[in-house]
């Protein structure tokens, strides 16, 4: 009998499918406990104020904020003087206005704060997801434990915090440097009128859509370390979980930004309708 056929009948089609069920349920009732306790954290006792759980909060704004600033900025740049540039192309360079609203409902509202999450989550979720498990795997959380250290509160409240502070403002810093940068770039070669485009963007920017930005800012920067640091401390004790976990993070985190830009979306639409 082929191997394929013996796997099969060992290991039927409705069995898998139920275990794949069952361990995504299990990974998905661990972020929301995770969410649940870092937010009782930041309520009760933060404890931020201790030194070292201060240098791992430090550490890891440099990390994810600082680092990655210069990323955002070339990929805000490039954005800018694309979105600008098409503009300009289908309307011409006098219509200012038209160009600062487009910017406004395609890079303030959607593609500002979900590159800027991509870009975390490739460069900060991946780390955070391999440190705790390779942490994990060696013992160090073990270790944390035996000495009355708590590791949700050493480990994975200042990483949630770094991250959280982070992501939000990278997603402005990646807005205003769009804006600013693919204005002033494409002005170089082509006349956009500044006071058009700057009463373009103040005619389509109003309370909704800075409320719209904070809230997708900050649920990104929650729910990306939150599913993280689940991953990395779901490793069991076999160093080939690393890579896996460190897969499962990436690939949660997007669908968590996706389905939130969505919701959130979705709800400021019908708080405008109602």
């Known amino acids: 009998m082929a191997p394929s056929m013996i796997s099969d009948t060992v290991n039927p089609l409705p069995d898998r499918i139920g275990n794949w069920l069952l361990i995504r349920y299990r990974f998905m009732t661990g972020v929301m406990a995770q969410l649940l306790s870092t937010a009782i954290m930041l309520l009760t006792n933060p404890s931020l104020g201790n030194p070292a759980i201060r240098a791992v909060l430090m550490k890891q704004i440099y990390f994810t904020g600082f680092e990655a600033a210069r990323i955002i900025l070339l990929v805000a740049l490039i954005l800018g003087t694309v979105i600008v540039s098409q503009v300009v192309g289908l309307v011409g360079g006098g219509n200012g206005s038209l160009t600062g609203k487009v910017l406004v409902w395609v890079v303030f509202l959607e593609l500002g704060p979900l590159l800027t999450a991509m870009i975390v989550i490739a460069r900060s979720g991946t780390a955070i997801a391999a440190e705790l498990g390779s942490m994990k795997i060696n013992g160090e959380i073990r270790s944390l434990e035996l000495m009355g250290i708590a590791p949700e509160r050493y480990l994975l409240l200042p990483r949630v915090v770094g991250v959280g ?8 810093y990646f807005v205003l440097t769009a804006f600013a940068g693919g204005f002033l770039i494409v002005s170089l070669g082509r006349h956009i009128p500044y006071d058009q485009f700057i009463q373009g963007i103040v005619a389509s920017l109003g309370l909704r859509e800075v409320l719209m930005l ?3 800012g900050t649920s990104f920067g929650l729910i990306i370390p939150i599913i993280c640091c689940t991953a990395g401390m779901s490793v069991g004790t076999s160093a080939t979980e690393i890579p896996q976990a460190a897969t499962k993070a990436v690939i949660t985190s997007l669908f ?9 979306t979705y709800l400021a639409s019908w708080f405008v309708m109602a």
């Open 165 to 172: 502070l982070s992501v939000l403002l990278l997603t402005i």
């Open 256 to 264: 968590a930004v996706f389905i939130l830009d969505g919701l959130i």
């Open 214 to 216: 904070l809230a997708k």
